[in-house]
C-alpha cells in the first residue's frame, strides 16, 4: 500500500511566501514523475509544476517564475516553494506521484491535499 502525505499549507498574506512538501511511504519500487495540483473552489483541478525522477520541471503559466518544484528521491518527497502569492493562488493543493510498486505495476497516487489561502 502507498501512502502521499502533504504537509505545509497555510495562511498567507499576498506577496508572501509558503512551502508545500509531499512524502510517499509505503511498498515502493520507485517513483516516477511527481507534480503539484491545485483546485479552487468550484473549478477543476489544474496542473501546477511536474518533475521528472531526473529533475526536469515544467510550470503552468499562471505560476511560472514564482513557484519551483524540487524532489529528493532519497526521501520519495516532492516540494513546492511558492513566492509572491496571489489571491488567485488560493487552492487545496494535491501532490501527484507515479509509483512502480512491482516491476510491471504503475499507478498514479494522490495526497490527501492542503489549503492554501492568500487573503490579507
Known amino acids: 500500500q502507498v501512502q502521499l502525505v502533504e504537509s505545509g499549507g497555510g495562511l498567507v498574506q499576498p506577496g508572501g511566501s509558503l512551502s508545500l512538501s509531499c512524502a510517499a511511504s509505503?511498498?515502493?519500487?520507485?517513483?516516477?514523475?511527481m507534480a503539484w495540483y491545485r483546485q479552487a473552489p468550484g473549478k477543476q483541478r489544474d496542473l501546477v509544476a511536474t518533475?521528472?525522477?531526473?529533475?526536469?520541471?515544467n510550470y503552468a503559466d499562471s505560476v511560472k517564475g514564482r513557484f519551483t518544484i524540487s524532489r529528493d528521491n532519497t526521501k520519495n518527497t516532492v516540494y513546492l516553494r511558492m513566492n509572491s502569492l496571489k489571491p488567485e493562488d488560493t487552492a487545496v493543493y494535491y501532490c501527484?506521484?507515479?509509483?512502480?510498486?512491482?516491476?510491471?505495476?504503475?499507478?498514479?497516487?494522490w495526497g490527501q491535499g492542503t489549503q492554501v489561502t492568500v487573503s490579507s
Open positions: 501527484n506521484a507515479r509509483i512502480r510498486t512491482t516491476p510491471l505495476s504503475e499507478y498514479a497516487y
Open positions: 509505503g511498498s515502493i519500487l520507485v517513483v516516477n514523475n
Open positions: 518533475i521528472t525522477r531526473g529533475g526536469s520541471t
